[in-house]
């Protein structure tokens, strides 16, 4: 009878080490599986934002400077004149005004043929269109994007590839002393232009085959003619 009573003892404890050891068992994998989760859940994120970041979610590299943050310092010769034409005589540029080419929205990638002038004053152009600002050389491909400001009455101001740095600042310093580049855009010309410098309005147009201290006072009055005078305005 004994006997019987120990070996049913024994097995009772054998039962009970199974069931703690499978419990523990259980345990672990519990643990392992949230942690496993865990980690899959961070490695899903940071997959998320790689792929955010590469497909354009951080696309600063492309965003246009403000004319506010041009150089401060940079000194440009005062205007002279307020004539227009007077002004684009004495620099050695070029006033024309080109007939209309259209105004459709075209979801395609435009090229210089695209177009009668050489930079575009007008025509078929793309849905989307580059915010004013002023933009790093290549960062403006997209010439559908490039033409369809000028209906919203920008000016555009456009330097041919090589024009020296220190022209480019100039610029830049033309654009902010007009309420910050208000409704304007300063790019690199990628339709390779004859000019060195143009300012576009929709349908006008001033180009000048080289720059001078005169230039600054041709921009500033093509401006002041045609800034805004696009047949849609956008804030």
Known sequence: ????????????????????????????RKRM?????????????????????VLGGDDSSSKPKQAS???ANVKLPAQATSDMAAAAKAAGCTLSNPAY???SHEDKQFKPSDYKTNP??????????????????????????????????RI??????????????KLEALLAEEQDGYHMLLLQNETGMKAKIAATAWTHSLTCPEMNDKVFDAIRTFRARYIDKGPERVP
């Open 33 to 53: 599986t949230l942690a496993f989760g865990g980690l899959l859940g961070v490695a899903l994120i940071a997959g998320i934002v790689v792929v955010v970041l």
């Open 101 to 103: 080419e259209g105004a």
């Open 69 to 71: 943050e041009a150089a």
């Open 156 to 169: 555009e101001v456009q330097y041919a590839p090589g024009t020296p740095k220190e022209t480019v600042t």
């Open 120 to 153: 575009p004053t007008s025509g078929n152009h793309t849905p989307d269109w580059y915010d004013d600002g002023i933009y790093a050389a290549g960062d403006t491909p997209d010439l559908g994007k490039t033409v369809h400001p000028l209906e919203h009455g």
């Open 1 to 28: 009878m004994s006997s019987r009573q120990e070996e049913k003892e024994r097995r009772r404890k054998e039962r009970q080490e199974r069931e703690q050891a499978e419990a523990k068992r259980a345990a672990r």
